[in-house]
């Protein structure tokens, strides 16, 4: 059976037959979720550093008349349970016991990548080594004997091109054959040198003998092998009271190499990963420089490396921009008109209550509706981030950043959950669980919030479209921009009062260059994306309810400023004042946006754009709204080309007519011009950038810590940080003549 031919018998795996559980073991960027995710077609995230998958994702289908569950443990490097990878890797494989442990190797990284493969084999479960990145390994001219690995290691070596999906079939071949006898494929023993087999065999011999219910319970020789090096995670686990024969066992070893036991060990297994690397790998005479070197001889630079970084994401959100705009500006001429006159229409016929009509049109719609209106936006920032982690580029980003990390009393590690930041900041706190110190966790998390999340984009897109059409990339560019400069900035006043100590040495891998598969960039975008699109039909629809409620409570109030809303608004706006946009629509709109960011769009729409719906109500004809649907998503279209062609400068192609024709269907930018200036604008988004973290992210923050400590540090620093950045912009831009 071909992997082709597994989609239907993914999708319904039968009951009735058995089911194998195949662990995937692997090192970071090995390939072990895009080789389950060929394999069965799963979503499971692909990037290119450590700390992606953090928590154990599986998959189940049928092949062969087995049902065969796979289970994507954590990247990692070893066993030793150090990292939260680590933990959650070894302990699935002591605990759970899979049938199988498919272990991923980089073939192109033989010898690093064996070390995990040695200690894998020490848990005495049947293993299959999937021989990944084939092709590049060939690329380069190497050469493994995979008939002597197999030889030597007593598994079978399957060699595989996940991205390609090559050698599957047969790695699916190689895991059924081993459930139908496990005992003809138990691992070989590998011998680690005569005074350390002698030892072990006198630990396994007590555990026997004195402790056998532990040997039912873990695998002998590998709980030998701990105990020797005082795990202590496994001492504390089992708690052996007389712990002699430990030290009777290993007290010679350590005279002899002058080292502790865990040392002894890491040495020996080290020695055998690079014996067996000689034995099976031949690598060409001469070596010439790869293209991947090259490039980090210039990206990776102490002088250029970090702005190469802001460049690339300038080009980022400047082309995500220009490509995404016109789409958004269709989706807001839409909701504006057809989707809300048919709406008016459908009520009316329904001779719905006054208060009804106005609920669905200015509440939902317009509340919903000015949030879905930067779905273009959100997909194409997370398709453009999505391509530069599938590169291989964010990897270098974080390495680049370390030296800027480290001012602030953290490591370039602490980078890349703040980098996921840009996409949504929930998930990029518990990414800070990677983190190993407990102070590196809490400090990388106060910081994040400062990191521009998608969800902040709707209101920045609203803005700059409506003050600074000849700067936008530029503009957004600036924002991201100072976010980080302001994350450097509290960092350090953080390393200074509250995380007083040393930064921690940071290591990293950096994987080669790689173009991402469309298919692959579609995938993760969408699972990064939907989020988003999952917020606006859920917690976004009831807090546009909410405030449609609380703008038209009491009833019959005359003035939207004398309702509940309103009457909350005239009270924030005062503090608000001194930064220019001292006003209760503005300052009711932060209110909500205390709960999610993007629900300051919908609810501004809410606001403004009901007196200028009121103002042009339409007949509603079917036909000229279809014929101006299709027309307008055309000239969207067009200028979105001619955006994306004219950025790369291939062209002098001009969409400024059609930019204006569109902006003639954007009713909330027109009010919104008509409130704000391009200063008071500018100072309204720094401070949608900064101001308190939104509930998500608190209750996030909460769970990691299991205290409301941090968040309650975290919202009292990023008000007044928001507020002292957002005055010193709009009372100094009055100062030098720009307001």
């Known amino acids: 059976m071909r992997i082709a031919d597994l989609k239907s018998e993914i999708a319904n795996p039968k009951s009735e037959i058995k089911t194998i559980t195949v662990a995937v073991a692997g090192n970071p960027n090995s390939g072990k979720s895009t080789l389950i995710n060929a394999i069965a077609g799963t979503r499971l995230y692909v990037g290119n550093w450590p700390g992606v998958t953090v928590e154990k994702k599986s998959a189940l289908f049928e092949y062969e008349g087995t049902n065969i569950k796979l289970v994507d443990l954590p990247g990692t490097y070893s066993l030793s349970p150090y990292t939260q990878e680590e933990i959650i890797a070894r302990d699935y494989l002591v605990h759970e016991k899979p049938d199988v442990i498919v272990n991923v190797v980089d073939a192109t990284n033989l010898e690093r990548n064996l070390y995990l493969t040695v200690q894998l084999l020490e848990l005495g479960i049947p293993v299959v080594i999937a021989l990944n990145i084939y092709d590049e390994a060939e690329k380069k001219g190497y050469k493994i004997d995979t008939k002597a690995m197999e030889k030597i290691l007593g598994v079978e070596v399957i060699p595989t091109v996940a991205t390609k999906k090559m050698g599957l079939d047969n790695l699916l071949k190689a895991i059924t054959n081993i459930t139908n006898s496990v005992s003809m494929h138990r691992p070989k023993k590998l011998n680690y040198g005569s005074d350390i087999e002698s030892s072990v065999s006198i630990v396994e011999k007590q555990i026997q003998n004195s402790y056998s219910q532990l040997s ?399 103002e042009n109500k339409e007949t509603p004809t079917l036909t000229e709204d279809l014929k101006e649907m299709g027309t307008s998503f055309a000239g969207a279209v067009k200028d979105s080309a001619a955006n994306l062609i004219s950025t790369f400068g291939m062209a002098s192609l001009s969409s400024k007519e059609s930019t204006e024709e569109t902006k003639e269907r954007t009713p909330l930018r027109d009010v919104i011009k008509g409130q704000f200036t391009p200063l008071t604008a500018y100072a309204f988004i720094t401070f949608v950038l900064l101001y308190m973290p939104c509930i998500v992210v608190a209750i996030a923050m909460r769970q990691e810590f299991g205290t409301w400590k941090w968040f309650g540090i975290a919202f009292a620093y990023q008000m007044v940080l928001a507020w002292v950045v957002a005055f010193v912009i709009y009372q100094g831009g009055r100062l030098l003549g720009l307001g």
């Open 216 to 614: 039912e319970k873990y695998p002998l020789r590998w709980l030998a092998f701990k105990l020797m090096e005082r795990d202590s995670h496994v001492m504390e686990e089992i708690n052996i009271e007389n712990q002699s024969f430990i030290e009777e066992a290993t007290r010679h070893l350590k005279k002899a190499h002058g080292e502790d036991m865990e040392s002894i060990m890491a040495d020996a297994r080290y020695a055998v990963a690079a014996g067996l690397t000689r034995e099976v790998l031949k690598k060409p005479e001469f070596k010439k420089m790869e293209l991947t070197e090259k490039i980090d001889k210039i990206v990776l630079n102490r002088f250029l490396g970090i702005p190469i970084f802001l460049a690339a994401m300038w080009l980022v959100f400047k082309l995500t921009f220009d490509v995404s705009a016109p789409f958004g500006d269709w989706i807001d001429a839409m909701t504006a008109g057809p989707f809300r006159r048919w709406a008016e229409v459908i009520l009316g016929f329904a001779h719905a209550p006054a208060w009804t009509a106005s609920l669905a049109t200015d509440g939902i719609i317009a509340g919903v509706g000015f949030v879905l209106v930067f779905v273009p936006v959100i997909f194409a920032m997370m398709f453009f981030i999505t391509f530069l982690e599938g590169s291989g580029y964010m990897a270098r980003a974080a390495f680049v950043m370390d030296r800027a990390m480290h001012s602030m009393g953290l490591h370039g590690k602490s980078f890349i959950p703040m980098l996921l930041g840009f996409g949504c900041n929930v998930p990029a706190v518990y990414a800070t669980r990677v983190l190993e110190n407990p102070r590196d966790k809490a400090l990388t998390s106060l910081l994040i919030p400062l990191m521009s999340c998608g969800a902040r984009l709707p209101v920045y897109v609203v803005f700059i479209g409506a003050f600074f059409t000849a700067y936008v990339g530029t503009v957004l560019w600036s924002l991201y921009v100072m976010g980080i400069a302001l994350a450097v900035l509290m960092g350090i006043i953080f390393k200074r009062t509250l995380f007083k100590g040393e930064s921690p040495m940071f290591i990293m891998e950096l994987p080669p260059y790689r173009m991402p598969s469309f298919r692959s960039l579609m995938i993760h975008t969408w699972e990064k994306g939907k989020h988003f699109l999952i917020k606006a039909g859920t917690y976004i629809l009831a807090v546009s309810i909410l405030v449609w409620f609380l703008l038209n409570l009491p009833w019959g109030v005359e003035h939207k400023k004398d309702s509940y809303l309103g009457k909350m608004g005239q009270v924030i706006a005062p503090v608000l004042a001194p930064l220019g946009f001292g006003n209760w629509e503005a300052a009711s709109s932060l209110v909500s946006g205390l709960i999610a960011k993007e629900i300051v769009v919908g609810t501004m729409g809410e606001i403004y754009v009901q007196k200028a719906a009121d």
